[in-house]
T-cell receptor, first 115, second 115 residues
């Protein structure tokens, strides 16, 4: 079956622009997670949803970052007024149920470059 | 501070040997610990999960141990093959009981298996 998909795969933007990154989880998966991954590092948690409810946004770096999952399926991570330090790989993952005992399925990521 | 460390950034071994990767954590009491494999340019792929009351878990050539006293997990690949070359990440749910699922990842260990 289809895995987690993310779009766009690559995004180049100029400093100060807003960007929206999309994640389409595996159908039926309750939980959806956003991570950011720098080169040579493991994924760093940003935020997560159970159904449409945002459960934890403690990992979002600042208030320029926001996320939504309005219908409990597709999610969008929005970065306003992008800065060069926002350049990274943004990864989305989904799991059938919430909780650390469930495996997470990761998407291919969106590589964001802010010039 | 809370940390999760994978001791070796890189590990080079000969084909056929056993690879042993280490994951240490401090100031967490995880109920579950997960291991993922990540190939270049791709998202992490789940391999194994071990619970705090399990000492050891096996899957084919993979074995994971979990010592909550030492706060350490070991990941073994027996009879290693060049196809096992990848980065291996350990991850844990930092919340009591593993109820959330927003994982904290180590930096990963890059394993290279030489023919």
């Amino acid at each position: 079956g289809a895995g987690v998909s993310q779009s766009p795969r690559y995004k180049v933007t100029k400093r100060g622009q807003d960007v929206a990154l999309r994640c389409d989880p595996i159908s039926g998966h309750v939980s959806l997670y956003w991570y950011r991954q720098a080169l040579g590092q493991g994924p760093e948690f940003l935020t997560y949803f159970n159904y449409e409810a945002q459960q934890d946004k403690s990992g979002l770096p600042n208030d320029r970052f926001s996320a939504e999952r309005p219908e409990g399926s597709i999610s969008t991570l929005t970065i306003q007024r992008t800065e060069q330090r926002d350049s990274a790989m943004y990864r989305c993952a989904s799991s059938l149920r919430p909780g650390g005992y469930n495996e997470q399925f990761f998407g291919p990521g969106t590589r964001l470059t802010v010039l | 501070s809370q940390k999760i460390e994978q001791n070796s950034e890189a590990l080079n071994i000969q084909e056929g040997k056993t690879a042993t990767l280490t994951c240490n954590y401090t100031n967490y009491s995880p109920a579950y610990l997960q291991w993922y494999r990540q190939d270049p340019g791709r998202g992490p792929v789940f391999l194994l999960l071990i619970r705090e009351n399990e000492k050891e878990k096996r899957k084919e050539r993979l074995k994971v141990t979990f010592d909550t006293t030492l706060k350490q997990s070991l990941f073994h690949i027996t009879a290693s093959q060049p196809a096992d070359s990848a980065t291996y990440l350990c991850a844990l749910d930092p919340y009591y009981g593993g109820s959330q699922g927003n994982l904290i990842f180590g930096k990963g260990t890059k394993l290279s298996v030489k023919p």
